[in-house]
């Protein structure tokens, strides 16, 4: 069973710039969510796909954006980079209708916006 | 809005002490995930909850859902440094997207 993969693991970008990160998601999974880790701060979510189509969204603005792909991996974009914006960035995949919404994790992308 | 309130915020302790993890809400879930996270690290998923009451145990890990449904805890026994790490509890009402807490960042001293 392949788990949840991020790519890039960290990356340094310029306020204004804009960034995509990618993210494979569990095998059998057909939703993935992401999430903004701040430090010291628990994940909060950005928003989640479920087959290729957004099925909610957090309090983030329009500049956060994102895709799922027909094999369910997804992309995240961020927009004209603020220094706020760095933080680690997660991603994770479920099946729902399993025990609860267990979502399962990748190793995350850490994003430093200078 | 849900939220989820964790305690204590911080937590330093020896090895082979006891200690508990909090995690409440005035919201009612029907689902409720542990997870633990390492620095530079995603979550890694404990244990899920979805019964009023229900208590799971994983190893010296031992976990409880509220009756209700609205707060949860976890007891650790005799903890190692091995322990040491971020525990976030993270909450759910359907297939709605988890909410999480702020954790409770252990420190185990040999």
């Known amino acids: 069973e392949t788990g949840v993969t991020q790519s890039p693991t960290h990356l340094i970008k310029t306020r204004g710039q804009q960034v995509t990160l990618r993210c494979s998601s569990q095998?059998?999974?057909?939703?993935v969510s992401w999430y903004q880790q701040a430090l010291g701060q628990g994940p909060q979510f950005i928003f989640q796909?479920?087959?290729?189509?957004?099925?909610g969204r957090g309090n983030f603005p329009p500049r956060f954006s994102g895709l799922q792909f027909p094999n369910y991996s997804s992309e995240l974009n961020v927009n004209a980079l603020e220094l706020d914006d760095s933080a680690l960035y997660l991603c994770?995949?479920?099946?729902?209708?399993?025990?609860?919404?267990?979502?399962?994790f990748g190793q995350g992308t850490r994003l430093t916006v200078v | 809005t849900q939220l989820l309130e964790q305690s204590p915020q911080f937590l330093s302790i020896q090895e082979g002490e006891n200690l508990t993890v909090y995690c409440n809400s005035s919201?009612?879930?029907?689902?409720l995930q542990w997870y633990r996270q390492e620095p530079g690290e995603g979550p890694v998923l404990l244990v899920t909850v979805v019964t009023g009451g229900e208590v799971k145990k994983l190893k010296r890990l031992t976990f409880q859902f509220g009756d209700a449904r609205k707060d949860s805890s976890l007891h650790i026994t005799a903890a190692q440094p091995g322990d040491t790490g971020l525990y976030l509890c993270a909450g759910a009402t359907g297939n709605t997207p988890l909410v999480f807490g702020k954790g409770t960042r252990l420190s185990v001293i040999a």
């Open positions: 095998s059998g999974h057909n939703t």
């Open positions: 994770a995949s479920s099946f729902p209708g399993g025990r609860g919404t267990e979502a399962f």
């Open positions: 919201s009612v879930f029907s689902s």
């Open positions: 796909y479920y087959r290729e189509e957004e099925n």
